[in-house]
Nanobody, 125 residues
Framework: QVQLVESGGGLVQAGGSLRLSCAAS????????MGWFRQAPGKEREFVAV????????DYADSVKGRFTISRDNAKNTVTLQMNSLKPEDTAVYYC??????????????????WGQGTQVIVSS
């Protein structure tokens, strides 16, 4: 399996921006569809964004469309989530997921594969 380490979380005021990164190691990164999920206190984990192996396809949760951008660099084995116009409801622990499937087979509800340890994002009002 691939190992994942997220970074970039922190405390930011509403309207601000953060850039999350996920570094992968252990397998051929370009074989994995990559996703970001988040879990707020007392809530279930939810899908945020996904990107295909070659970055040709991307999808976002409705709640973040137009504000968040997912990207990847297969040469550096990293996936990034640029978060703009942050809202207090974006507060959550954000997790990176790596799944060795095609984009069309990526399960946004319960993906398989590997998970990182998470990075905390707190948006103050």
């Amino acid at each position: 399996q691939v190992q994942l380490v997220e970074s970039g979380g922190g405390l930011v005021q509403a309207g601000g921006s953060l850039r999350l990164s996920c570094a992968a190691s252990g397998r051929t990164f370009s074989n994995y569809a990559m996703g970001w999920f988040r879990q707020a206190p007392g809530k279930e984990r939810e899908f945020v964004a996904v990107i295909s192996r070659a970055s040709l396809n991307k999808d976002y949760a409705d709640s973040v469309k137009g504000r968040f951008t997912i990207s990847r660099d297969n040469a550096k084995n990293t996936v990034t989530l640029q978060m703009n116009s942050l809202k207090p409801e974006d507060t959550a622990v954000y997790y990176c997921n790596a799944n060795p499937v095609r984009y069309s087979d990526y399960n946004k509800r319960s993906p398989g594969g590997s998970w990182g340890q998470g990075t905390q994002v707190i948006v103050s009002s």
